[in-house]
T-cell receptor, first 112, second 115 residues
Framework: NAGVMQNPRHLVRRRGQEARLRCSPM?????VYWYRQLPEEGLKFMVY????????ESGMPKERFSAEFPKEGPSILRIQQVVRGDSAAYFC??????????FGPGTRLTVL | AQTVTQSQPEMSVQEAETVTLSCTYD???????LFWYKQPPSRQMILVIR??????QNATENRFSVNFQKAAKSFSLKISDSQLGDTAMYFC????????????FGTGTRLKVLA
């Protein structure tokens, strides 16, 4: 049973470009969470999604960030017009309802 | 407010010895789950151990065990017979249901196992 998959593992963007991060949950998992981790810091919750629904986006910046989890395909975290402060590791986790989260390997975003 | 506090930013332990990482949390919920995750230098987040709050018995997973004190809202992790591969950041977390499922993470403890 494949674990949570994230791609790309490393992403380099110039300021003003768009970043798209993908997350494929574990088989059978219908819940996806996105977190951001700055260097030497803990995980900060961003958004919680179920298929075709955003359940909780209280941790998402109001501008430039969006997330989706379509009926088919991976969950996407999109960051428009990236700035240097967006440089971080972005982790996706998936779970069954009311169950343990399993994490992907993360995408390290570097904004030049 | 729901919070998790890990008061030890860094710790070290000699190989083969035992170390305990502390974690306290605050919630008004009565039903929740507690977790310890490990993040080695590869940065992959790995589940170490999980505890249901309604269970009095402390969870164990091989060399890893917890001391869960519900009244004190304390959830410490004990690592026995420490190995070099245990070197990592350790995050304490809990999950509650408050309209939606929420995970709250602590800021982590960096553990270094010394040869």
């Amino acid at each position: 049973n494949a674990g949570v998959m994230q791609n790309p593992r490393h992403l380099v963007r110039r300021r003003g470009q768009e970043a798209r991060l993908r997350c494929s949950p574990m088989k059978g998992h219908s819940h996806v969470y996105w977190y951001r981790q700055l260097p030497e810091e803990g995980l900060k919750f961003m958004v919680y999604l179920q298929k075709e629904n955003i359940i909780d986006e209280s941790g998402m910046p109001k501008e430039r960030f969006s997330a989706e989890f379509p009926k088919e395909g991976p969950s996407i975290l999109r960051i428009q017009q990236v700035v240097r402060g967006d440089s971080a590791a972005y982790f996706c986790a998936s779970s069954l309802p009311s169950n343990t989260q399993y994490f992907g390997p993360g995408t390290r975003l570097t904004v030049l | 407010a729901q919070t998790v506090t890990q008061s030890q930013p860094e710790m070290s332990v000699q190989e083969a010895e035992t170390v305990t990482l502390s974690c306290t949390y605050d919630t008004s919920e009565s039903n929740y789950y507690l977790f310890w995750y490990k993040q080695p230098p590869s940065r992959q987040m790995i589940l170490v151990i999980r505890q249901e709050a309604y269970k009095q018995q402390n969870a164990t997973e091989n060399r890893f065990s917890v001391n869960f004190q519900k009244a004190a809202k304390s959830f410490s992790l004990k690592i026995s017979d420490s190995q070099l591969g245990d070197t990592a950041m350790y995050f304490c977390a809990f999950m509650i249901y408050s309209g939606t499922y929420k995970y709250i993470f602590g800021t982590g403890t960096r553990l270094k196992v010394l040869a």
